[in-house]
Structure formats: structure tokens, C-alpha cells
């Protein structure tokens, strides 16, 4: 505090004069005008999908009111039939597949980072600091660096092109496991553990019903951090799966941008394409997002508050 | 923690009371299986698709696979072949420069959004926290078309607005430019969040006790709160660094509608993929993919150390 004290009567406020009614109320609304800038330009991109996907192909290349306003005519509605029938309705072939390993290496992931952060905060067992070192070291490893050998791995023992090469991977998550430990440490007292073995509850029961519970915020955040790192996952499927039957939405629309590119829609516009199918593409997550705010806002700040 | 208050806190979770420590160590050696037994579904999955690739790529790197020799060892023949290999080293020379620009850029943003509302209590400053971070939610693939769109001389707003003088933001010249925007709409949000929960985790009374000092409201926001949230502002460097230094999916979906300003060497990922899938070299891909893990580990590492007083990460 001594710094503040220090250069506190450079300019020599009375005490409480940063706080007048005038001078908050005018920074008040700097304030607001600077939010409001920051939100024009995080929704920007958005906005311009939601117009565009209202535009019939050719709308999209030449509308009168520019291309961040609607054009002639409201073609959602068809734009989004020719989606899900194009192809024989691949795209929602992409999104079940999203859907698909999005749960499952989510959901495996959070198990398996409950189980693991669960030992390592309330077990002494031999080995525990050298593989917790380890586990500290992985999470500096970058996952993409994995991508490549996981494949060359994978297709020594047949296993690229199923679901199982999206999803089994996804299931690791070595910062899951260490946020769980730090939550658990600290929201699991050792002595409501002990209590429930005096009183003869198994390992497992304590666990569940006991520490499980508690740790609930921690668990819903490392849910939705690896379902959403898992959803919008582009490089390992794009390595993995080559059949297009088996990716999810966002390797699919990557595959209608090189074909758009390349003018190889076979009379359909692609690009509306691209345009509605990221439009639906996008929306599960933000609900989720909208829909989840209590948990995640608070357990997305774990890790960094210790 | 203060933001998690669902649930019940132990007063001095750092120390074990005493009793519980020697009935512990009566118990030690069912613990100790018990343990491992939680542990091991999680130790199954870690060897099999971490330690197991990490060992096969620098198995694979050791060897080099020629149409008329077929596969032979060749020691450490591909990684002085990488760190010669005018590709790779531009790559990590891109990677280098655009980390040293995009992170800072992102962190000023994300940090001046988490003060200001920090600092305002209105409908809107909630409302505009959720629409900054919606980007996080959105993946980088349909962030990287979005863009896409957004620069495109055909369709996009650009051209509208500045007619045929438009910059066309995936030109050679403003690629930079234009992949520092995509990364920082993408990622300023989701740190933005864990910055400002960092900020509403300290106390107020701090700020009360500067302000009786006669602290202006500037001087509170720069000495006092940035020094209080320090460890999470470095896991967000070592988030960005992370993520910056193995850069791929935004120039991997970007090259198409560059008009070839995105070479198939652009990132060193960028060239592993196309190495690998493009020309089956494997062998050389797996030295690069390993090789920029290690530089990658080395440099976070370092970066960890160099700062291990202020971080709770290493401790």
C-alpha cells in the first residue's frame, strides 16, 4: 500500500474525489461507449452470417443494401431446406457426428478427470508426486503435436476412419485432471471423508456420494470445457476420418469451402451453403453457453485464482 | 475461489489436521492401491494416446523411407534435416513473430474489456460480457470462414465500403494483419473471462482502504488489481503461447480463398499436415511434429520457471 500512498498526492484528489457524482457519471459512460464498441466488433461476424444466410445465392455477390444488411427477399427458410437436404442430408449426418464425439470425449473425459483429480488431492499412494509432475509436464505438451503420430499409431492397428479415432483421443484432458485436483483439495474436507469410513462406507460409495457432490462446479466446467473443445475440434478429425459419412460439421464445412473454391457445387451455391450450415453450426454451443452461465462464469477461473 | 461459493470451504485447506495424517498412515498401504485405482483409468488413456504417440513419433522420426532403400535408420538424420530445412525454419520464424504481436494484442484487449467492466454495474456491461465472449463458443474453423467471408474482395463489406482501393486482408502484405484479427476475436473473450473472475475474486475492501489512501480510480485499476490477478494473467500467456506457437486451423481453412498467399509451409504444424498427408513423408512429419513439441514444452516450461514466484502453476 505504500506505493499508493506515495503517489497519491501528486495530483492531490480530496478523499472520495474520484468518486463525485459528475466525474463517475462521465466515466460511466466512456465506459459504456468502449463496451459498446467491443460488442459491435465481437458480433460483427455473426450479424453478417445471420443477414447473409437470408440471401439467396446469387443475393450474396451482388445485394443492394451491402453485406451487412438484408438484400431482396427473406430465403432463410429455403436456404435451410436445401441444408439438410443436400446430399442426401449429409449435414446432418456432420452435426449427429458432432454430437456424437462431443458427448463421448466429453463426457470420458470428465469421468476420467474427476476419478484422477479425486487421487491425486486425497490419496498418499506411492508415486504420487513423480506422476503428478508428469501429468504438469502434459499439460505443457501441445495437442496438435500428438495429431500426426496418433494417426501413424492408429492406422498401424486399423483403427483410423471410426468414430473410435475422434473419440477415444478426445478423452484426454491432463488440465481437466489438474483443475479437478486443485477444486477438490480445497472444497473436500479430508475429515467428512474419514467421518464416512468410520461409519463403514466403501471407498467408492465415499467418493460418490460424499465427494462427488461437492465437487459438482468443478465438474459441470471441466464438462463444458472438454464438450467444446471436443465440438469444435478440426485437426485430429480432419487427420483421422477420411470418409465423409464419419466427420463432424466442422471438417464437413471445410470440405464445401475447398470444393466452393473450386466452383464444384454441381448447380448448387455452396457458399449459402457454408453460410446457413455454420449458422446452425454455431447455435447449440451458444445456447449451451447462455443457458449454463451460472457454472461456467464462476469455473472457468479454477486454475488461475490459486 | 470467492465465485464458487456452492460449496462449503475447510477452514486451512493447506494444512492436514494432525489425527487425520496418522490414521492415514496406519491405512497407507490401502490408501496407496485405492489411490491408483482411481487414478488408473485416467494413467490408461495417458499412456496409450500421450506417452504412446510421443514414443512412436520420435521412433518413426529416427527412421527415413526412400521409394529404392525403403525404411531405414537413420539416427538423428531428419532433425538436422529439420532445423536445416529453410521450410521449417521459416515456419517457426512466423510462428516466433506472430506470437510476439497477437499475444500481447489479445491479452490489452482482454484485460481493458475485464477492468472496465469490472468497474460498471449495468445491464449492458453484463450483456456486452456475454457477447465478448461468444466467440469462445464458436469453433475456430467457422470463425476462420467467417472471416473469410468478412475480407473477401467478392462479397464482403470491405469492398463496399473503400470500393476497388479495399485491402484485401489475406494479400502476402496484410496477412499478418489479417490472421492477428482472426485470433484475437476468437480467444480475447474466453481470457476476458477468467481475468474479470480473477477481479471479482478480490477483496473489496482492498480497494476501499487505496481509496481512503486517496488512490484515483486508474491507479487502483493498474497497481492494485493487475499485480493482485498476476498468476491468472500467466495462465493466460501460457494458454496463448501454447496455442499461438502450434497456430494451424485458421491458415489451414484460410488457403483456399488467399489466392496462394498461404504456403503449405506458412506454420510448422501447417507443414507437418501437409507433409504427412499431401507427400506420405511420416517420417520427416513425425521429426516435425516432435520437434516443435519440444520446443513448445521447453519454451512454456522456461517461461513457467522464469515466472514460478507469481504463478500458482509450478508450485
Known amino acids: 500500500m505504500s506505493v499508493l500512498t506515495r503517489t497519491a498526492d501528486v495530483d492531490a484528489p480530496p478523499v472520495g474525489a474520484a468518486g463525485t457524482p459528475r466525474r463517475r457519471?462521465?466515466?460511466?459512460?466512456?465506459?459504456?461507449?468502449?463496451?459498446?464498441?467491443?460488442?459491435?466488433?465481437?458480433?460483427?461476424?455473426?450479424?453478417?452470417?445471420?443477414v447473409a444466410s437470408t440471401k439467396s445465392g446469387g443475393g450474396l455477390f451482388n445485394s443492394p443494401n451491402g453485406a451487412l444488411w438484408f438484400?431482396?427477399?427473406?430465403?432463410?427458410?429455403?436456404?435451410?431446406?436445401?441444408?439438410?437436404?443436400?446430399?442426401?442430408?449429409?449435414?446432418?449426418?456432420?452435426?449427429?457426428?458432432?454430437?456424437?464425439?462431443?458427448?463421448?470425449?466429453?463426457?470420458?473425459?470428465?469421468?476420467l478427470a474427476?476419478?484422477?483429480?479425486?487421487?491425486?488431492?486425497?490419496?498418499?499412494?506411492?508415486?504420487?508426486?513423480?506422476?503428478?509432475?508428469?501429468?504438469?509436464?502434459?499439460?505443457?505438451?501441445?495437442m496438435t503435436a500428438l495429431v500426426i503420430p496418433t494417426f501413424v499409431m492408429l492406422s498401424e492397428v486399423g483403427m483410423t476412419n471410426t468414430v473410435w479415432a475422434v473419440i477415444l483421443p478426445s478423452m484426454l484432458s491432463p488440465f481437466g485432471v489438474y483443475l479437478m485436483r486443485v477444486y477438490c483439495a480445497d472444497a473436500v474436507p479430508d475429515e467428512l471423508l474419514d467421518a464416512a469410513r468410520m461409519d463403514g462406507a466403501g471407498e467408492f460409495r465415499v467418493f460418490r456420494q460424499v465427494a462427488l457432490p461437492l465437487m459438482r462446479p468443478a465438474v459441470v466446467t471441466v464438462l463444458l470445457l472438454s464438450v467444446v473443445g471436443t465440438w469444435n475440434n478440426y485437426f485430429l478429425p480432419l487427420a483421422v476420418l477420411s470418409d465423409s459419412q464419419l466427420?463432424?460439421?466442422t471438417v464437413g464445412i471445410n470440405l464445401w469451402q475447398g470444393l466452393a473454391g473450386a466452383n464444384n457445387g454441381g448447380g448448387v451455391s455452396l457458399y449459402t451453403l457454408i453460410i446457413v450450415g455454420s449458422l446452425v453450426s454455431i447455435l447449440p454451443l451458444i445456447a449451451a453457453f447462455l443457458g449454463l452461465q451460472r457454472y461456467w462464469q464462476g469455473g472457468l477461473s479454477i486454475g488461475s485464482l490459486k | 475461489m470467492?465465485?464458487?461459493?456452492?460449496?462449503?470451504r475447510p477452514q486451512a485447506p493447506a494444512a492436514d489436521p494432525a489425527p487425520a495424517r496418522s490414521r492415514r498412515q496406519r491405512r497407507?498401504?490401502?490408501?496407496?492401491?485405492?489411490?491408483?485405482a482411481f487414478l488408473a483409468p485416467f494413467a490408461v488413456v495417458f499412456l496409450l494416446f500421450l506417452v504412446t504417440p510421443l514414443l512412436y513419433a520420435f521412433y518413426l522420426s529416427l527412421f527415413t523411407k526412400g521409394l529404392a532403400t525403403g525404411e531405414r535408420f537413420a539416427g538423428l538424420d531428419n532433425y538436422t534435416r529439420a532445423f536445416t530445412d529453410p521450410a521449417f525454419l521459416s515456419g517457426v520464424w512466423f510462428v516466433i513473430r506472430f506470437s510476439l504481436v497477437v499475444i500481447p494484442v489479445q491479452i490489452l484487449v482482454a484485460l481493458a474489456a475485464a477492468l472496465v467492466l469490472d468497474s460498471v454495474t449495468s445491464r449492458f456491461a453484463r450483456f456486452s460480457r456475454l457477447m465478448i465472449f461468444v466467440p469462445y463458443a464458436i469453433p475456430a474453423v467457422i470463425g476462420a470462414v467467417m472471416w473469410g467471408f468478412l475480407y473477401s474482395p467478392n462479397f464482403g463489406p470491405l469492398e463496399q465500403l473503400f470500393g476497388d482501393g479495399a485491402p484485401f486482408l489475406l494479400s502476402p502484405d496484410n496477412l499478418f494483419y489479417g490472421f492477428t484479427n482472426v485470433v484475437t476475436w476468437q480467444w480475447a473473450g474466453y481470457y476476458m473471462i477468467i481475468i474479470y473472475a480473477a477481479l471479482q475474486g478480490i477483496d473489496p475492501a482492498v480497494y476501499e482502504a487505496a481509496r481512503i489512501?486517496?488512490?484515483?480510480?486508474?491507479?487502483?485499476?493498474?497497481?492494485?488489481?493487475?499485480?493482485?490477478?498476476?498468476?491468472a494473467l500467466i495462465l493466460i500467456l501460457v494458454f496463448s503461447l501454447i496455442g499461438t506457437l502450434q497456430f494451424f486451423t485458421e491458415p489451414q481453412v484460410l488457403t483456399p480463398i488467399s489466392n496462394g498467399a498461404i504456403s503449405t509451409d506458412i506454420t510448422p504444424n501447417v507443414y507437418a499436415f501437409n507433409l504427412?498427408?499431401?507427400?506420405?513423408?511420416?517420417?520427416?512429419?513425425?521429426?516435425?511434429?516432435?520437434?516443435?513439441?519440444?520446443v513448445v514444452f521447453i519454451g512454456v516450461y522456461l517461461f513457467l520457471f522464469l515466472t514460478r514466484k507469481r504463478g500458482g502453476f509450478l508450485k
Not at chain 1, 429455403?78 to 454430437?99: E, K, Q, V
Not at chain 1, 508426486?129 to 501441445?142: K, S
Not at chain 2, 497407507?28 to 492401491?33: P, T
Request: aromatic share 16%; glycine share 12%.
Open chain 2, 2 to 8: 470467492a465465485t464458487l461459493d456452492t460449496a462449503p
Open chain 1, 114 to 142: 474427476v476419478l484422477a483429480g479425486y487421487a491425486f488431492a486425497k490419496f498418499d499412494f506411492p508415486g504420487r508426486r513423480v506422476t503428478f509432475a508428469l501429468l504438469l509436464g502434459a499439460v505443457m505438451v501441445p
Open chain 2, 213 to 231: 489512501d486517496g488512490a484515483s480510480s486508474r491507479q487502483i485499476a493498474l497497481r492494485l488489481k493487475v499485480p493482485m490477478i498476476s498468476s
Open chain 1, 25 to 50: 457519471g462521465r466515466r460511466a459512460w466512456t465506459s459504456h461507449v468502449f463496451l459498446a464498441f467491443l460488442v459491435l466488433y465481437f458480433v460483427l461476424p455473426l450479424w453478417f452470417l445471420l
Open chain 2, 276 to 294: 504427412a498427408f499431401r507427400f506420405a513423408q511420416f517420417n520427416y512429419a513425425s521429426a516435425i511434429s516432435f520437434a516443435l513439441g519440444i
Open chain 1, 71 to 111: 438484400g431482396d427477399g427473406f430465403h432463410l427458410l429455403d436456404n435451410l431446406r436445401t441444408l439438410f437436404t443436400y446430399n442426401d442430408g449429409i449435414y446432418l449426418r456432420w452435426l449427429g457426428n458432432s454430437l456424437l464425439y462431443a458427448i463421448g470425449g466429453g463426457v470420458g473425459a470428465t469421468v
Open chain 2, 28 to 36: 497407507g498401504r490401502a490408501q496407496g492401491l485405492i489411490g491408483w
Open chain 1, 247 to 249: 466427420f463432424p460439421v
